[in-house]
T-cell receptor, first 110, second 114 residues
Framework: QKEVEQNSGPLSVPEGAIASLNCTYS??????FFWYRQYSGKSPELIMS????GDKEDGRFTAQLNKASQYVSLLIRDSQPSDSATYLC??????????FGTGTRLTVIP | EAGVAQSPRYKIIEKRQSVAFWCNPI?????LYWYQQILGQGPKLLIQ????????DSQLPKDRFSAERLKGVDSTLKIQPAKLEDSAVYLC????????????FGPGTRLTVL
């Protein structure tokens, strides 16, 4: 059974702070990793992908991957109230489809 | 470029009734996914099509759920008969072949079973 685990939160950070979201996965054969953002009442949208160990930066977002520890994280720098959403970690374990975690709800306090 | 279209957006039915959802993917996206998202949980894959063939339906409750994509474009998902626990948002997504991580989601259908 492939599992993707996230702390459901809620995670609250003040505006301008760094938000750190974490995800662990069970299948060592997992190849690629994704972060989706889901605003309340809306559909998920892809914001980051990462395929190899290390960091990947895109604007205020940094994804970090450690395959040995089976750990993925998303850092959001200079958090804004518009970043308040649920962040879903998703893993592609080689079957060419995604397993999603339950999501972490982030609230950025102005 | 038009996004993924779904209808209806909302549906309320009594238990044991049947319901159908429709999805039109992004043009050129051969892979189509149906997900069930229960409140407070992540999306759970029900079925994946590539063109008009089923790639994965291992988590589809086949005694009551069915799905088809006859011409490799539009798809319908049906529940018959519905149970209370089927209350959820049903999301359709599409992607290019081989790019399962880069999925584009439709607005979803919120189903309430009373």
């Amino acid at each position: 059974q492939k599992e993707v685990e996230q702390n459901s939160g809620p995670l609250s950070v003040p505006e301008g702070a760094i938000a750190s979201l974490n995800c662990t996965y069970s299948d060592r054969g997992s190849q690629s990793f994704f972060w989706y953002r889901q605003y309340s009442g809306k559909s998920p949208e892809l914001i980051m992908s990462i395929y190899s160990n290390g960091d990947k930066e895109d604007g205020r977002f940094t994804a970090q991957l450690n395959k040995a520890s089976q750990y993925v994280s998303l850092l959001i720098r200079d958090s804004q109230p518009s970043d308040s959403a649920t962040y879903l970690c998703a893993v592609n374990a080689g079957a060419n489809n995604l397993f999603f975690g339950t999501g972490t709800r982030l609230t950025v306090i102005p | 470029e038009a996004g993924v279209a779904q209808s209806p957006r909302y549906k309320i039915i009594e238990k044991r009734q049947s319901v159908a959802f429709w999805c039109n993917p992004i043009s050129g996206h051969a892979t189509l996914y149906w997900y069930q998202q229960i409140l407070g949980q992540g999306p759970k894959l029900l079925i994946q099509f590539q063109n008009n063939g089923v790639v994965d339906d291992s988590q589809l409750p086949k005694d009551r759920f069915s799905a088809e994509r006859l011409k490799g474009v539009d798809s319908t998902l049906k529940i018959q008969p519905a149970k209370l626990e089927d209350s959820a948002v049903y999301l359709c997504a599409s992607s290019l072949v081989g790019l399962a991580g880069e999925q584009f989601f439709g607005p979803g259908t919120r189903l309430t079973v009373l």
